[in-house]
């Protein structure tokens, strides 16, 4: 039913959007591998290959007027025409000549077999290129990069000729032409393409219509059609995002009463007393909010945003703890064991006394010990439970669960979050918490569906992590300079890429490291090394060892990336930081300078694999600031939003024209479209099909991590 949407009949063939892209004449199994590549595999994935970028073909330029080095669109007449070999293998070469009064042109085509017969002297040609200084005569030119060239018919004036032509990704096996001839017969031989959005959405925000959006972001006739469409298109997409994500928070509230928590009472105020240190303005901003949200009927759908180190995990525990006072479960989800362990560590030791049952459960216990802790999830004999993604698995069913927390969010993708309201009758309270800075547009974005609260302001005493760019020759030295640190009784972090077997690469492994450091420079000195290829218990027996200081130096690869706390540890070494991502670099930061010191501030040196003057721009933004959201923003220009999300930010639905950054206008637009049809129930009963349609096949799908 749904399809019927999105049909369009091609070739007289009646297919579906989503059918095969070799369900295409001419499109065969060989294309269909190149295809592949791409990511295309329907007629929709085709369609929506948009260009990445235009050329401009609508000014011809006299030849007179031309400069050596610039592109250009030249239209003349053919004086000559000659072909020779240009060597043994056959290779031709031919050459042409065109005249368009005001001086000559040369061109050239290699191996094109065809093209002779067809160059009559003459005739118009039309051709865009880069010109470049003819060996030949002063001041005649030739097209040494020609990008397209067509002839006209003797009465065409070229008028037609000179358009915005679309230029495709570069693939190979598959040329520009095969591109736009294709999307030309989709888009003109089908009749469907029909109009998703409802007419008062178009008339409202004066969009263009689904068809023609489509032609003209492949065939624009102006560059103001083109504007239009990607707006019209930009639009489709983000409305369709914000209303699916509306439609899911509207139906778990509808589906499940919300749980009402009482105002805070003595075991809250008992626990907020016993912390070590005062909570910060901005965490006690965002400790009310979320307290109020437990309080209301309405389920909390809240997303906690604080930079690394900026003291998120206290804010949870007090919501934690606010469920349990109101006799309810609560749950505690991280993204990785160690993270999941170290809370459970600190939970238990900040409520030794209290009488509150706080239980722990990761895929790596055994199957006894896990059904062991299912048994007493599901009658009410643990309190507070921490765990990682083998909290949301079947078979964990909570007996009256009141608080899902998830840490290090960026992690978890929009149907995960969706899962997690699954676990227990009533429609728990939901926190998201991360450290990852995002620029409102994204907030919107992905987690349109949720509150925020912000946690900006730092613990008092911290001082910004120092941050140090060093090239391959200085790294004796940095180490010598560590190994003095750690003999002041400090602790301190060496990071290494992760290497695959097959890479072939200069990086130095983890292991390569921990051997050099251990028995060289660090020699006497306690080290361990914690990586992902070690079983949980191994990597557990590590991380305890250097949460108590019997580890000096750890070496380790990003499985410390998100989370890990030992206050005690003052210095970072990052070996190959040019591998790493800007996100994942200031995560890692964030593990030094997590305590207050008197006599010292945090390091964190950041060694290029190349050599001093060579380091690229990434990493001397991470040296000139430690602001969480600045280096976001840097990250999202340097990368564009594709990749920025791609590496960090599971469950974002796939976006092929809006642009997080730049579109917040649209996204406004679309925000207010998709508010109005979620409140009127036939507003929504008419977007509904292809609703449903987008959430089950265009929303991501469930990734672990
Ligand atoms: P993150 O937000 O990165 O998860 P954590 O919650 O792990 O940060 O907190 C980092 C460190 O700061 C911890 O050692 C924690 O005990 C400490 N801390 C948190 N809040 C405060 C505060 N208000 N004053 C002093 N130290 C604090
Ligand atoms: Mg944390």
Known sequence: MVNLV????????????????????GIGPKKAQYLDRLGIHTIYDFITHFPRGYEDNRLVTPIADLEAGEIYTVLGKILYVNERKANRRGMTILNAGISDGTGILGITWFNNKY????????????????????????????????????????NDDGAGACRIVPIYPATAGLNQKFFSDTVKKILSDSQGLEELLPDWIIRRNSLMGRRDAYWHMHFP?????????????????????????????????????????????????????????????????????????????????????????????????????????????????????????????????????????VGFLTGSLSKKKR???????????????????????????????????????????????????????????????????IPRTMTLTIYGDLDVSLIREMPPGRKPVRTFLRGQEARANVYKYMRQQLEKGRQGYVVCPMIEMNEESDAISAEEVYEELSTGIFAGMSCGLVHGKLSAAEKETVMDAFHAGEIKLLVATTVIEVGVNVPNAIM???????????????????????????????????????????????????ESTTDGFILAEEDLRLRGPGQFFGSMQHGLPDLKVANVL??????????????????????????????????????EKITES
């Not at 051709?127 to 020609?146: D, H, I, N, P, R």
Request: with cysteine.
């Open 6 to 25: 999105l049909d369009i009949i091609c070739w007289g063939k009646y297919m579906k959007l989503d059918d095969s892209i070799t369900s295409l004449a």
């Open 115 to 154: 093209l002779k017969a067809k160059l009559k002297i003459g005739r118009k040609l039309f051709v865009t290129g880069k010109a470049a200084y003819a060996y030949g005569g002063q001041g005649s030119f030739e097209m040494s990069q020609l990008r397209s060239f067509q002839l006209l018919e003797d």
């Open 221 to 357: 006739e102006t560059m103001e059609l083109l504007a239009e469409a990607k707006k019209r298109l930009a639009f489709e997409e983000l409305y369709f995002i914000q209303c699916g994500l509306m439609l899911l928070k509207k139906r778990t509230v509808e589906a499940n009463k919300g749980i009402c928590h009482k105002v805070n009472g003595a075991l809250v105020h008992k626990i907020e007393q016993s912390l070590p240190f005062k909570l910060t303005g901005d965490q006690m901003k965002a400790w009310h909010e979320i307290s109020n949200d437990m309080e209301r009927v309405t389920p909390m759908r809240r997303l906690l945003q604080g930079d690394v180190g900026s003291g998120k995990t206290v804010v949870a525990l007090l919501a934690l703890i606010k469920t349990v006072e109101n006799g309810f479960q609560g749950a505690l989800m991280a993204p990785t064991e160690i993270l999941a362990h170290q809370h459970y560590d600190a939970f238990t030791e900040l409520l030794d006394g209290t009488g509150i049952r």
């Open 371 to 437: 059904g062991a802790v299912y048994e007493s999830i599901s009658r009410h004999e643990l309190d507070i439970v921490i765990g990682t993604h083998a909290l949301i698995q079947d078979g964990v069913s909570f007996a009256s669960l009141g608080l899902v927390i998830t840490d290090e969010q960026h992690r978890f993708g929009i149907s995960q979050r969706a899962m997690l309201e699954k676990l227990g009758d009533a429609a728990p309270d939901v926190l998201v918490m991360t450290a990852t800075p």
């Open 572 to 622: 970072m070494v990052v070996e190959h930081a040019e591998r790493f991502g800007m996100a994942q670099l200031h995560q890692l930061r964030g593990r030094v300078g997590r305590g207050v010191y008197k006599d010292t501030e945090p390091y964190c040196v950041l060694i290029s694999g190349g050599r001093y003057g060579k380091y690229s721009e990434r990493l001397k933004i991470m």
């Open 662 to 699: 730049e579109d917040i206008d649209i996204l406004l637009k679309a925000r207010d479209a998709a508010i109005d049809t979620i409140n009127n129930p036939s507003a929504l009963a008419g977007v509904l099909p292809v609703l449903e349609y987008k959430l089950r096949n265009h929303f």
